[in-house]
Structure formats: structure tokens, C-alpha cells
């Protein structure tokens, strides 16, 4: 799989996340909720992003575990 797919699959999946979140109900739980899941959602884009402009393969490894941190909180909560 190529950066440049990568990128638009993470874009595509925080739009996604988007339109999910302003679709929810209004009240407490779904605001406080969608809350968290918006960061998480668009974070990991732009995780990933900050990843491929890594000026090492530390620095790359170091910022693709932030990354999965974020996907993994998508799906634990």
C-alpha cells in the first residue's frame, strides 16, 4: 500500500467520521461520545500524516505508535 493511499483512505475515513458524528442524537452521552470519537477519528490522519514527514526511522516508528494508539481507541473506546 502506497503513502499517497494511505492519505486518502485516512482523509476519506475522518470525513466518514464526520458526517457520522453530526448525524447522533442530541442529547448528553451522544455529545460527549462523539466527542472523543471525532478526535480519535481525524487524529488518526493527521497522525499518520505527521508520521510520513518523519526526518528518521525513529522519528517515523515513534509517530506511527501515536497513530495506532489513536485507531486502537477507535475501537476499545
Known amino acids: 500500500m502506497s503513502n499517497e493511499n494511505l492519505k ?5 475515513f475522518a470525513l466518514n467520521v464526520i458526517k457520522l ?6 442529547d448528553g452521552t451522544s455529545i460527549i ?7 480519535a477519528g ?6 499518520y500524516r505527521a ?7 525513529a522519528d517515523f516508528i515513534s509517530k506511527m505508535g501515536t497513530v495506532e494508539e489513536e485507531a486502537e ?3 476499545t473506546g
Open 51 to 57: 508520521a510520513c514527514r518523519s526526518i528518521s526511522t
Open 73 to 75: 481507541n477507535l475501537v
Open 21 to 26: 458524528v453530526e448525524n447522533l442524537p442530541r
Open 33 to 39: 461520545l462523539g466527542k472523543q470519537l471525532l478526535r
Open 42 to 47: 481525524t487524529s488518526v490522519g493527521a497522525n
Open 8 to 12: 486518502f483512505r485516512t482523509k476519506l
